[in-house]
């Protein structure tokens, strides 16, 4: 059931920018320090001066001073932003997890195939018919049979229906705001 899912397109999946995002994070935190220990460095090297010319050394110290301070922060913000990313992972795997027994349990109710369950997971993906087809090595008119088939067996008569049968399970218990609460600038 759905062993080629590796060859279909996945777009619940991070987008680049959003992988990239930590490291570079982190990479400014990393030339933060390098700039500091530089400046550190240089300073160390003008010791035997700092008497003569201390009006050359203050922004050099100061900077040292920023930099470390600012390496810190950063760490720290890297830090608080891998613990969220952690905890909604967490959740995230949670919801999937319950969301897959769910859909498991609702196609078992309906009897489907095998093939149709791979079939419904493409289509809950978004997947079009012609996706489906490719992904499945299949033909087109081939999905939309055992589309049919999954749609008659859930008592729907098309995709988006077949979607919101999952997406009334997924948003249960949500409280919608009336139009007189939310409307209140007009």
């Not at 400046?39 to 110290?61: K, S």
């Amino acid at each position: 059931m759905v062993a080629m899912m590796g060859s279909v397109p996945d777009r619940s999946r991070r987008s680049w920018p959003a992988l990239l995002r930590h490291r570079n994070l982190l990479v400014l935190a990393v030339v933060q320090g390098l700039c500091a220990s530089w400046f550190l460095f240089d300073i160390l090297m003008e010791v035997g001066d700092i008497w003569r010319n201390p009006w050359h050394q203050i922004p050099e110290v100061t900077a040292v001073i920023l930099l470390c301070v600012g390496t810190v922060l950063s760490v720290r913000q890297i830090t608080s932003v891998l613990r969220r990313s952690d905890a909604i992972e967490a959740r995230l795997q949670t919801a999937s997890q319950a969301f897959r027994a769910l859909l498991e349990e609702t196609f078992d109710d309906w009897g489907i195939t095998d093939a149709e369950r791979d079939v419904a997971i493409l289509t809950l993906k978004g997947l079009s018919i012609s996706e489906i087809a490719e992904a499945r090595g299949t033909r087109p008119g081939t999905v939309r049979a055992q589309s049919a088939a999954i749609y008659r067996k859930a008592g729907v008569s098309n995709r988006l229906q077949l979607m919101s049968l999952f997406m009334d399970d997924l948003t249960a218990g949500l409280v919608l705001t009336t139009p007189a609460e939310s409307d209140t600038t007009r």
